[in-house]
C-alpha cells in the first residue's frame, strides 16, 4: 500500500525559509518520479517541482530560483527547500508519486499534505 506523508510545514515570514520533507512507502521509490504540488482553497493545483527517477528537475516559474527540490532513494524521502517566501506562496503543498521514472504525465499517488503560510 503506496504512502506518502508529508511534515515541515508551518508559517513564516516572507524572506523566510521552510524545508518540506516527504516519507514513502509501499513500492519501489527509486523507481518514480516524484513531485510537489500546492493548492490555494478554490484554485486549481499546481505542480511546484517535481524529479524524476535519474534526478532530473523541474520548476513552476514562479518558485525557479528559489525552491529546490531533492530525493534521498535511500531513504525514500523526498525535500522541498523553499527559500525567500513570498505570501503567494501560502497554500497547502502535496507530495505526490508518478508511476513511471519521468514526470511528463499524470500523478497515482497523493499524501494528505502539509499547510505552509507566508505573512508579510
Same mark, same amino acid.
Given at each position: 500500500? +503506496? =504512502?506518502? +506523508? $508529508? @511534515? %515541515? ?11 518540506? @520533507? /516527504?516519507?514513502?512507502? *509501499? ?5 518514480? /518520479? ?8 478554490? &484554485? $486549481?493545483? $499546481? ?8 534526478? *532530473? !528537475? %523541474?520548476?513552476?516559474?514562479?518558485? &525557479?530560483?528559489?525552491? !529546490? ?5 535511500? &531513504? ?9 517566501? &513570498?505570501?503567494?506562496? !501560502?497554500?497547502?503543498?502535496? /507530495?505526490?508519486?508518478?508511476?513511471? !521514472?519521468? /514526470?511528463? %504525465?499524470?500523478?497515482?499517488?497523493? %499524501?494528505?499534505?502539509? =499547510? +505552509?503560510? +507566508?505573512? @508579510?
Amino acid at each position: 500500500q +503506496v =504512502q506518502l +506523508v $508529508e @511534515s %515541515g510545514g508551518g508559517s513564516v515570514q516572507a524572506g523566510g525559509s521552510l524545508r518540506l @520533507s /516527504c516519507a514513502a512507502s *509501499g513500492y519501489t521509490y527509486r523507481r518514480y /518520479c516524484m513531485g510537489w504540488f500546492r493548492q490555494v482553497a478554490g &484554485k $486549481e493545483r $499546481e505542480r511546484v517541482a517535481a524529479i524524476s527517477a535519474f534526478g *532530473g !528537475t %523541474g520548476y513552476a516559474g514562479s518558485v &525557479k530560483g528559489r525552491f !529546490t527540490i531533492s530525493r534521498d532513494n535511500a &531513504k525514500n524521502a523526498l525535500y522541498l527547500e523553499m527559500n525567500t517566501l &513570498k505570501p503567494e506562496d !501560502t497554500a497547502m503543498y502535496y /507530495c505526490a508519486a508518478r508511476s513511471d !521514472t519521468y /514526470c511528463d %504525465g499524470p500523478y497515482n499517488y497523493w %499524501g494528505q499534505g502539509t =499547510q +505552509v503560510t +507566508v505573512s @508579510s
